[in-house]
């Protein structure tokens, strides 16, 4: 068995860097080349097509079907040039990947050939035969009908030989099966109720939209190592491993030099990205040890989304390229970092302001001011559904982990706004309405410094952190589809301006000027929203503690997490919003649940298999080789020197028969656990039984195992060690 260990690591050891296919042209000359962009749109569609679907996609209009038919040809002939056959409707259904089904552009001609067709019907809306994706029991099997229908916001883009059109999907019922529906409804309802808000500091506003730049971090892998650790092609991350005696203590990983396979596969990696219009920008070493990420330059959330999920299915391809595996787990190797994706998310009108920038005069500042504390109310009033948004099987590894944002969501400002909240909330509104003073940021609002904008003050422990002209949402999981987070983040937001400008609207016509209105409220908000302001160490216990006296939701089981989604306040909010009904809640929380148990069966399974068939038996028979000795020197030497001579050795025969039995038993009644749990009817409850009382049996086995590990001979020892998965290139 160490045989196979020995060969994968030397494979991987000895392997160099990939040649990349480098373009002769600049990136401006193959940006966005494999997107029916508006510039091919222009190239390949009658002049009047093309206005009527430019027009349809700015103001967010369905698109009559003669113009369906026509952009259906002009696209058509476009992928046909670009070397495509096949066309698919790319959606995102609720297993946190897209999907697709190929169909080719071949019909008969009636003269026993074929011809390349593609309709404005087949463009516009299909019906995958659907019935095995999740849904939670709102199709039922007799009722298989799932719709994916043509989100023409979202460009269509080719991958390899395939067109790709970004679909919705939603049941023949009309409800959501998918994260993009539910994302689209939220952020029209946030660019609804910003817009009305807005419009008190620029009558001129006519949309608000959403901005999200995600930052993925993920772990390389290569791929001999990777093929030699079944729990890594199984579930994602090493069920096992003792940590090595390096990891990241040095902190020599973090924005260190890149190493030139990764380099090679970084290069290819952007390029092909670009190629699809992923601006993708930023690349850098992250603080574990073969741990990296990506970002690229913000978007429109839908459209960023897009290209993220995009990225994931892309990183994976251009991996294996360069022989390496990409891991998007949250939490892939113990005792090192694990990997998030940063949600770094804004709201900015059509006339170019951000709303969460400070200005450079009061009213920009009021605007300002009025934004952020706004978000504030809506993330401390549901913060308990925001950590519901990014919760799963996965992220829990690290969530409440030593570096990453704990399970308990908080806001942080920095001094700097956080002085000038205190300031609002404790002056008059004639105070705050001296404009004249030049004595800083303490005096008011008309004075929120330029420095701000790059605030450098950041707190790496804080699930969501203002950053200067925007929030990041850190505690998103890195596998995860951000539009969960962005559905709940937007729609909150949404719910908390309606009623923000209800009250002011209310003031205005009480006879009080907007101004004073306007601050009224916001230190109404400030006050309310106190609780949710930290700017401490999240990561200490203080905190849980002081989280708890605070109010807010500290639970830390995730099947319970998700109950959040069902509280009357969530349910009323999603309605409100037009974003999930009732049914549609609950049947995505029977989905979570399902998907819980499911992730941690397999788990549970693989590391079964693994103890029983790989891990025992190799310390079993290095335990009987020390017996063997043991035994030869009781054979030739007089009993109490042989007894001072083996003395070490009979002790760890002893720890390794400890340490086989523990693992057999814990084994055997993980098993049961599992029997148990499986034959629990509802999947709320099942969920929960997977994590209160299999979860805790596969950590002490894990525990056992990675103490073999340091003990039996590493010539016997069967899979890659950490130090080999995480230090070879
Ligand atoms: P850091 O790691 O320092 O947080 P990065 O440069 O890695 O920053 O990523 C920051 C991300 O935030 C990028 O995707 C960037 O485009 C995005 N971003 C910058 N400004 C905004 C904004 N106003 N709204 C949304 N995203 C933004
Ligand atoms: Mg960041």
Redesign the pocket.
């Known amino acids: 068995m160490s045989q196979l260990r020995f060969k994968v690591v030397d494979e991987a050891f000895n392997r160099k860097a990939d040649p990349v296919a480098i373009p002769a042209e600049r990136p401006q000359a193959y940006y966005g080349k494999n997107v029916f962009n508006r510039q091919k749109m222009f190239e390949y569609l009658p002049a009047d097509t093309f206005e009527a679907l430019i027009y349809a996609i700015d103001n967010k209009e369905a698109l009559p079907r003669e113009v369906a038919d026509s952009v259906a040809e002009g696209m058509k002939q476009w992928a046909i040039d670009m070397g495509a056959r096949h066309y698919t409707h790319w959606f995102q259904p609720l297993t946190e990947t897209t999907a697709e089904k190929h169909d080719g552009f071949v019909e008969h001609d009636g003269k026993g050939g074929v011809i390349e067709k593609f309709n404005g019907k087949l463009l516009v809306q299909q019906e995958p035969d659907a019935s095995s994706f999740p849904n939670g029991g709102i199709r039922n099997t007799f009722e298989a009908r799932g719709y994916s229908a043509w989100d023409i916001s979202s460009p269509a883009f080719i991958m390899g030989n395939t067109l790709c059109i970004p679909t919705i999907f939603i049941s023949y019922t009309g409800e959501s099966l998918d994260y993009k529906t539910p994302l689209l409804r939220a952020l029209n309802s946030v660019d609804k109720a910003a817009t009305a808000v807005a419009r008190y500091f620029d009558p001129e506003v006519k949309h608000v939209k959403s901005?999200?730049?995600?930052?993925q971090e993920y772990f390389l892998v290569d791929e001999a190592l990777y093929s030699a650790r079944p729990d890594l092609m199984l579930t994602g991350r090493t069920l096992m491993g003792h940590e090595s005696a390096k990891n990241q203590q040095l902190e020599d990983h973090y924005f260190g030099a890149i190493p030139s396979r990764v380099e090679a596969f970084m290069l290819d990696l952007e390029i092909e990205c670009h190629r699809l219009g992923i601006?993708a920008?930023?690349r850098?070493n992250e603080v574990a040890p073969n741990q990296f990420?990506l970002?690229?330059?913000?978007?429109e959330t839908n459209l960023?989304n897009d290209h993220n999920l995009l990225l994931m299915s892309l990183i994976a391809e251009v991996a294996r390229r360069h022989h390496f595996r990409v891991l998007l787990h949250e939490k892939p190797f113990a005792g090192i970092n694990g990997s998030g994706k940063?949600?770094?998310?804004?709201l900015?009108t059509d006339r170019g302001v951000?709303l969460?920038?400070p200005g450079k005069d009061t009213k920009q500042n009021l605007q300002f001011i009025t934004f952020v504390v706004n978000v504030m109310a809506a993330v401390h009033r549901h913060n308990a559904l925001l950590k519901a948004s990014i919760a799963s099987a996965t992220n829990a590894h690290r969530l409440g982990a030593n570096e990453a944002p704990p399970a308990i969501i908080s806001i942080f400002t920095g001094s700097q706004l956080a002085e000038i909240l205190e300031r609002i909330a404790t002056a008059t509104n004639s105070e705050l309405t001296d404009l004249s003073n030049r004595e800083g940021l303490r005096l008011n609002v008309s004075q929120i410094p330029e420095i701000m904008l790059d605030n450098t003050d950041?707190n790496r422990t804080s699930p969501f952190a203002f950053?200067?002209?925007?929030?990041?949402f850190r505690a998103v999981g890195s596998s995860a589809n951000c539009a969960s987070a962005m559905i709940a983040l937007n729609a909150a937001v949404a719910e908390q301006l309606i009623s923000f400008k209800a009250k002011v609207d209310a003031h205005v016509a009480n006879g009080e000027t907007l101004r004073d209105a306007l601050l009224e409220e916001i230190r109404v908000l400030i006050k309310e929203s106190a609780p949710i302001h930290f700017d401490g160490n999240g990561y200490s216990d203080e905190w849980k503690a002081e989280a708890a006296r605070r109010g807010l939701d500290c639970e830390t089981s995730v099947p319970k997490i998700f109950d959040a989604y069902l509280r009357p306040e969530s349910v009323k909010m999603f309605a409100d919003a037009g974003v999930f009904s009732k049914v549609e809640l609950e049947a995505r929380n029977e989905v979570k649940w399902e998907m819980y148990t499911k992730k941690v069966q397999i788990e549970a399974r693989v590391l079964g298999d693994l103890a029983l068939n790989h891990v025992l038996p190799v310390a079993i028979r290095y335990q009987s080789i020390l017996l063997d000795n043991v035994s030869k020197i009781r054979s030739i030497f007089p009993d109490d020197k042989a007894a001072r001579m083996s003395a070490s050795e009979i002790d760890t025969i002893e720890a390794i028969a400890t340490h086989c039995r523990m693992i057999k038993e814990e084994t055997e009644a993980m098993v049961e656990a599992r029997k148990v749990a499986n034959r629990i009817a509802s999947e709320r409850d099942k969920a929960i039984a997977y994590h209160d009382t299999v979860v805790p049996r596969m950590d002490v086995i894990r525990r056992h195992i990675d103490k073999l590990e340091l003990m039996v001979d590493n010539e016997m020892w069967p899979l890659p060690k950490y130090r080999e998965l995480l230090f070879i290139r």
């Open positions: 901005y999200l730049g995600w930052e601006p920008k930023t850098h990420e970002a690229p330059i913000f978007e960023a940063h949600n770094n998310w804004s900015g951000l969460f920038a950041r950053t200067g002209n925007r929030f990041e």
